[in-house]
C-alpha cells in the first residue's frame, strides 16, 4: 500500500505563492507516478498536474498552466507542487494520489485503488483572499 502525506497548504494573498509537498515513503516499490488534485466537499475531484516518474514529464490542467510547477525528487520520495501567482479561486483541498500512469493532466478515474481505498493523502488546505 502506498501511503501519501501532504503539507505546505496555508493562506496567502492572490498573487502569491506556495509550495506543497507529497512524501510517498514506499512510492519507489512500485510503478505508479504521482498526482496532484484538489477538492472540496461537494465537488468532484479535478486533476492539477502529474509527473510521469520514468520521463520526468509533468503535466497540467490549463487553468494552472504557468502558474504551477510540479517535480520530484526520486532519491527522497517526494514530489512537489511550486504554485505561485495564487488567485481565490485556486482556495481548495489539496491532495496527492498514486496514479496509474500520468500522460496527460491527471485523470480522477487513473487514481489507484487499493486493498483499503485509493491511495489519496489526507490533504492540506490552500487558501488565497483578493
Known amino acids: 500500500q502506498v501511503q501519501l502525506v501532504e503539507s505546505g497548504g496555508g493562506a496567502v494573498q492572490a498573487g502569491g505563492s506556495l509550495r506543497l509537498s507529497c512524501t510517498a515513503p514506499?512510492?519507489?516499490?512500485?510503478?505508479?507516478?504521482i498526482a496532484w488534485f484538489r477538492q472540496v466537499p461537494g465537488k468532484e475531484r479535478e486533476g492539477v498536474s502529474c509527473i510521469n516518474r520514468k520521463s520526468g514529464h509533468s503535466y497540467y490542467a490549463d487553468n494552472v498552466k504557468g502558474r504551477f510547477t510540479m517535480s520530484m525528487d526520486n532519491a527522497e520520495n517526494t514530489a512537489f507542487l511550486q504554485m505561485n501567482d495564487l488567485k481565490p479561486e485556486d482556495t481548495d483541498v489539496y491532495y496527492c494520489?498514486?496514479?496509474?500512469?500520468?500522460?496527460?493532466?491527471?485523470?480522477?478515474?487513473?487514481?489507484?485503488?487499493?486493498?483499503?481505498?485509493?491511495?489519496w493523502g489526507q490533504g492540506t488546505q490552500v487558501t488565497i483572499s483578493s
Open positions: 514506499n512510492l519507489h516499490a512500485t510503478r505508479f507516478d
Open positions: 494520489a498514486a496514479l496509474i500512469q500520468c500522460t496527460a493532466a491527471p485523470n480522477p478515474e487513473l487514481i489507484v485503488h487499493g486493498e483499503f481505498g485509493d491511495y
